[in-house]
């Protein structure tokens, strides 16, 4: 990028190109907002480390409330398989049971056992989050909404998950305890081994694209289901199992949920643990359920690939698309559903205000002083709720406000005036990203639904059933799913046609399976309807689309 060019008026941007840079914001700021030049000014840099940070932060936000959320839905889902309700007393239908937990947490005592390493018992939890938080760094979220686009995407991202094997070790051996030390141990054998099939089964979307950048990976499939790497042939399919088994396994979800087997261990590596260190284990642990699931939907499932239409513009969007026209409508509904669960908040916490602020000056928050019973936590908590508030009604009616203004011409003006970039230019990227983040979006929630029943499914396996699925089973086949691809992309190069009806071909079964299990899953969730009671004039149960 040129320096000299940023004194002057930036060039309006592309309308079907990529969303600028990090740098290229920073930059647009200074000139625009601050009026100097990048090349030139002194506090460039600070600005830059300061964009940094705000991106890394939003990183962290966002695994921080996933984590909850993730927390709130299983218990909700968990409760419906199990013909229970759920947590459903603490804010709107129980939503914010999670932050009561989280917050109970923070106040419990943050124990060191005597004997115990007191650095390296310290710094597990740490180990655990921070390799949870990496592999964000190359997500792709969109064709533009990712941290760093490196060559070695895959392979930094399955690298730096590794990073959790050393705090769960840390945890079990810096506790001075044998069930945490088993449990350390059994984490390291665990995610050590099941590596190796992930990583030969991840070489089958490798050799497919022939790259090993995350979006290259999802650029070499297409949008429709046809189109995506699990339905290219047979051994992309078995690749897919294999990598999904592993993930579950990597990532200590049921059945391999042996490095915390409560019923063995008295819950393994953290037994130790308490308050906010015990926490943060299991938000890594749950954060990290968003890691495996998008990566599998990134390698096997078209990733953020828009659907219907020839691809135009290097894969990226459809040509019907990037059509003004139709941004501006995407953008309009895009909008529009980014108001609704902002005004859903604010309303809601609207009507329980009174009985939240009652709440906070009924509670007993240690170490209680009577004299004061603590007013200025209280007034911070208070002042907590009603800043959310505030903020859920004005981002809601906020972006209420925008999906009409952005048709009106002195929205456009006025847009151009502080950017220096027309409207619609800007409008269009990220219309067309915000797209592409929603359909990503979905289909990991739908890979994280699956993984959550199949935690209150499946019974937990024993841990020589575990390393021989791994050693005798799955890296044999991944070898074999490797091999099988580099064969049938040398066969499909010559007979293409072979290659199209075998994609239909798996495409069929698979929306047939996908159909069966949907209609499966709805008769069990609806089959305890009758069984649940009237109690307090209102039934508890919920229909299988009303979780919150």
Not at 78 to 93: C, D, E, L
Not at 268 to 274: A, F, I, L, P, V
Not at 497 to 514: D, E, K, P, S, Y
Request: hydrophobic share 55%.
């Amino acid at each position: 990028m040129n320096p000299d060019l940023l004194v002057q008026d930036p060039a309006p941007l592309d309308p079907a190109t990529r969303l600028p840079a990090l740098q290229e914001v920073a930059d647009r700021f200074i000139h625009h907002v601050l009026g100097v030049s990048s090349s030139s000014w002194a506090y460039t840099q600070l600005v830059y480390a300061l964009f940094m940070l705000a991106a890394s932060l939003v990183v962290f936000a966002f695994a921080l409330h996933f984590a909850g959320l993730f927390i709130f839905f299983e218990r909700r889902i968990a409760a419906r398989m199990q013909s229970r309700v759920g947590p459903n007393r603490v804010g709107p239908n129980g939503f914010i049971q999670w932050a009561a937990d989280g917050i109970k947490c923070l106040f419990k005592e943050d124990l060191v056992p005597q004997d115990a390493d007191p650095r390296l018992f310290r710094l597990a939890p740490y180990f655990v989050v921070a390799g949870m938080l990496m592999a964000f760094a190359a997500m792709p979220f969109s064709s533009a909404l990712i941290a760093t686009d490196i060559g070695i995407g895959i392979l930094f991202v399955l690298g730096v998950t590794s990073l959790v094997v050393i705090g769960l070790l840390m945890a079990g051996w810096g506790s001075n305890s044998r069930w945490a030390l088993l449990g350390g141990m059994r984490s390291v054998a665990q995610v050590v081994s099941y590596e190796i099939p992930a990583g030969i089964a991840a070489m089958t979307a490798v050799v497919m694209a022939g790259s090993l950048s995350m979006q290259d990976l999802i650029r070499a499939q297409g949008g429709a289901p046809w189109d995506w790497a699990v339905a290219a042939s047979p051994f992309t399919l078995g690749a897919f199992v294999i990598f999904f088994v592993a993930q579950l396994a990597e990532g200590n979800r049921t059945p391999f949920d042996l490095p915390e087997a409560e019923s063995e261990l008295v819950s393994g590596y953290n037994t130790e643990y308490s308050g906010m260190r015990f926490l943060m284990f299991f938000l890594a642990e749950f954060a990290n359920v968003w890691v495996l699931a998008a990566v599998v939907v990134a390698l096997f499932l078209g990733g953020w690939q828009i659907p219907f239409g020839e691809q135009a513009l290097d894969g990226t969007y459809p040509a019907w698309i990037v059509q003004d026209q139709m941004t501006g409508i995407i953008f309009a509904v895009l909008t529009v559903l980014g108001a609704i669960p902002f005004l859903w908040l604010a309303r809601a916490l609207t009507k329980a205000r009174a009985a939240a602020r009652a709440a906070i000056d009924r509670a007993a928050i240690p170490p209680r002083n009577e004299a004061t019973g603590h007013p200025v936590f209280r007034g911070v908590l208070k002042l907590s709720l009603d800043g959310t508030i505030a903020f859920s009604w004005l981002a809601g009616l906020g972006l209420a406000v925008l999906t009409v203004l952005q048709f009106t011409a002195p929205f456009d003006a006025q847009v151009q005036e502080i950017t220096g970039v027309a409207w619609p230019a800007i409008r269009q990227p990220m219309a067309l990203n915000g797209l592409q983040l929603g359909i990503f979006t979905t289909k990991t929630l739908a890979v994280v639904f699956v993984i959550i029943q199949l935690r209150w499914t499946l019974p937990r396996v024993r841990v020589d059933q575990m390393m021989a699925l791994c050693w005798k089973y799955l890296v044999p086949l991944s070898l074999v799913c490797m091999i099988g691809t580099v064969a049938w992309e040398l066969v499909v190069y010559s007979f293409s046609l072979l290659g199209l009806i075998m994609r239909l071909f798996m495409t069929v079964v698979a929306a047939f399976v996908v159909f069966r299990y949907v209609v499966k899953t709805r008769r069990n969730y609806l089959a305890d309807k009758e069984n649940f009671e009237v109690w307090r004039d209102e039934t508890p149960w919920y229909p299988p689309w009303k979780l919150v």
